[in-house]
């Protein structure tokens, strides 16, 4: 049995803070834990015997109309890695009434899913 659980709360704090530690102070408004209105769809897991995490987040530079998600992981001793799932490009659908947006981010979000859930169960079929 896998050790890895969902977790389906609030960001992880450490995700923000490796980040930053590594990029730079506001490199990570998309991880901020403390946002008001935190970007979504996104997707966690924490491993309860390691204490290693992975998120699936969107994440934008300087247009937050145009995203992508991206795939972080935590190792338990410290640092984040990226894993990079290819292409998952969208954007940002206003109010979720451009059902094509929608569709779009949707498909984008599952191939992020998948990526992370390859990476921390293996090959799934």
């Known amino acids: 049995m896998s050790s890895w659980r969902p977790y389906n709360h609030s960001l992880v704090p450490a995700f923000y803070e490796r980040f930053e530690e590594r990029w730079g102070k506001g490199a990570a408004p998309f991880l901020d ?61 206003e109010d979720g009434r451009d059902r094509e947006r929608v569709t779009l981010r949707n498909q984008a979000f599952s191939k992020a899913i998948r990526h992370a859930e390859e990476f921390i169960f293996g090959l799934i079929a």
């Open 33 to 93: 834990p403390e946002a008001t209105e935190p970007p979504l769809p996104r997707a966690q897991w924490i491993n309860v015997d390691t204490g290693a995490a992975v998120a699936v987040v969107p994440m934008w530079a300087d247009d937050s109309e145009h995203r992508s998600f991206g795939v972080f992981y935590l190792p338990p001793q410290g640092d984040i890695w990226v894993l990079h799932p290819g292409p998952t490009q969208y954007i940002e659908p």
